[in-house]
């Protein structure tokens, strides 16, 4: 496995709603990744990093510093933080920098995605369908997904409730008040099957990473933690996926499938040795699917590892130990990010009060977007 990659400072702010900017959450996000690496905005040779609505990246260098620093923004959904990783990792292997910057930041209203369906390449008859709504989406393709393969609504509310207990350990979450799965089922349909409890929110927040050189990493604080691989793809023709206009007939497929694939391919390992994930649950029914879709158990599986406690913090297999989505809110262009600071502090073993017993070596994340794009890492201590 390749260990030319390290992360060697990560921060972020609390998720949620906010009166700062989200210019303002940015550039918190990235002083604190700046501090725990041990180093001063100076040192940083190129930065990569976007939001979906608030602003341009390349701009925060009016508050950071005016260095001269190459900083390329990046726009790609929810995977844009996931996507800015890539680039920092490409920059230090190309020789580009030894000192790279990714960070991801936004601010949304309150209320449900619902971009215009013209952004999207398609016709206004689309939009006025309601197929643009997000929730919508999300209610079609798990209710399909739970007939396929026998996932009772039980468990989205199990997942739900995971969720909620682990944003009650995270001081940054959102939502950091315990629900459970009876008042996950009871609170209001949304898209059946998915209930008001089961989704989450769109909010505010950043989060940032320091990737460094192995020779670079040995003058900073650490302790660094290995980027094993980072992949990001896009959509197959025929794949169920938000926005994308069409509905396949036969076995769903997914993007998240490849770009798992790739990244355990590239780091050299498979999903049986990770001790701990980030998934994407933007609604409980998400977790559930992607849990098969990047490898960790077979369709259908989920109904009785979720019900058994496998997934739990101190299950062989612990998902979304901050929260995830649902906990925290999903500010677009952070989620990705989170994911990765989520996983870079259990393997330092500072997660506090949820963090995963019995030392975890290895981790992995996996954000999932419209139209249909994903970006995986995995990391190792």
């Given at each position: 496995?390749?260990?030319?990659?390290?992360i060697?400072?990560?921060?972020?702010?609390?998720?949620?709603?906010?009166?700062a900017?989200?210019r303002?959450?940015?550039?918190?996000?990235v002083?604190?990744?700046?501090?725990d690496?041990g180093?001063?905005?100076?040192?940083?040779?190129?930065?990569?990093?976007?939001?979906?609505?608030?602003?341009?990246?390349?701009?925060?260098v009016?508050?950071?510093g005016l260095?001269?620093?190459?900083?390329?923004?990046?726009?790609?959904?929810c995977?844009?933080?996931?996507s800015?990783?890539v680039?920092?990792?490409n920059?230090?292997?190309?020789?580009?920098?030894?000192?790279?910057?990714?960070?991801?930041f936004?601010?949304?209203?309150?209320?449900?995605?619902?971009?215009?369906?013209e952004?999207?390449?398609?016709g206004a008859?689309?939009?006025s369908?309601g197929?643009?709504?997000?929730?919508?989406?999300f209610?079609?393709?798990?209710?399909?997904y739970?007939?396929?393969?026998?996932?009772?609504?039980?468990?989205?509310a199990?997942?739900a409730e995971?969720a909620?207990?682990?944003?009650?350990?995270?001081?940054?979450?959102?939502?950091?008040?315990?629900v459970?799965?009876?008042?996950?089922?009871e609170?209001?349909?949304?898209s059946d099957?998915?209930?008001?409890?089961?989704f989450?929110?769109?909010?505010?927040?950043?989060a940032?990473l320091?990737?460094?050189?192995?020779?670079a990493a040995?003058?900073?604080?650490?302790?660094p933690?290995a980027?094993?691989?980072?992949a990001?793809?896009?959509?197959?023709?025929?794949?169920?996926?938000?926005?994308?206009?069409?509905?396949?007939?036969g076995?769903?497929?997914?993007?998240?499938?490849?770009?798992s694939?790739?990244a355990?391919?590239?780091?050299?390992?498979?999903?049986?040795?990770v001790?701990?994930?980030?998934l994407?649950?933007?609604?409980?029914?998400?977790?559930?699917?992607?849990?098969?879709?990047?490898?960790?158990?077979?369709?259908?599986?989920?109904e009785?590892?979720i019900?058994?406690?496998?997934?739990?913090?101190g299950?062989?297999?612990?998902?979304?130990?901050?929260?995830?989505?649902?906990?925290?809110?999903?500010?677009?262009?952070?989620?990705?990010?989170?994911?990765?600071?989520?996983?870079?502090?259990?393997?330092?073993?500072?997660?506090?009060?949820?963090?995963?017993?019995?030392?975890p070596r290895v981790?992995?994340?996996?954000v999932?977007?419209?139209?249909?794009?994903?970006?995986?890492?995995?990391?190792s201590?």
């Open positions: 496995m390749s260990t030319d990659v390290l060697c400072g990560a921060g972020r702010t609390p998720f949620g709603r906010s009166e900017s989200g303002q959450l940015a550039v918190g996000a002083n604190a990744a700046l501090a690496a180093i001063e905005w100076s040192r940083v040779r190129a930065a990569f990093g976007g939001s979906d609505s608030a602003g341009l990246a390349d701009t925060l009016a508050q950071l260095t001269g620093v190459p900083f390329i923004n990046v726009k790609n959904g995977a844009t933080g996931g800015a990783l680039s920092a990792v920059a230090i292997r190309s020789g580009m920098a030894d000192v790279v910057l990714a960070v991801g936004d601010k949304h209203p309150r209320g449900a995605f619902d971009p215009r369906p952004d999207w390449g398609l008859e689309y939009g369908d197929l643009m709504v997000t929730t919508q989406f209610g079609m393709k798990i209710q399909r739970m007939y396929d393969h026998g996932i009772t609504p039980r468990t989205l199990l997942v995971k909620y207990r682990n944003g009650g350990l995270t001081p940054e979450a959102w939502r950091r008040k315990p459970s799965a009876e008042e996950v089922l609170s209001g349909m949304v099957p998915l209930t008001r409890y089961m989450c929110s769109p909010g505010a927040g950043a940032a320091v990737l460094c050189s192995p020779e040995r003058s900073l604080d650490g302790p933690v980027l094993r691989s980072a990001v793809r896009t959509r197959r023709f025929g794949s169920f996926e938000v926005f994308s206009p069409w509905i396949p007939g076995q769903l497929t997914s993007v998240s499938r490849d770009a694939a790739a355990f391919e590239e780091a050299g390992i498979g999903p049986g040795d001790d701990v994930c980030q994407q649950d933007t609604e409980s029914g998400a977790e559930v699917m992607h849990m098969a879709e990047c490898g960790f158990c077979e369709d259908g599986e989920q009785r590892l019900a058994s406690g496998v997934t739990e913090i299950g062989t297999l612990p998902v979304n130990t901050d929260g995830g989505c649902i906990a925290n809110g999903e500010p677009i262009g952070a989620s990705g990010l989170r994911q990765v600071y989520e996983i870079v502090q259990q393997l330092r073993g500072r997660a506090g009060e949820r963090q995963v017993p019995g030392e981790g992995f994340t996996h999932y977007g419209a139209p249909g794009v994903s970006a995986c890492t995995v990391l201590r």
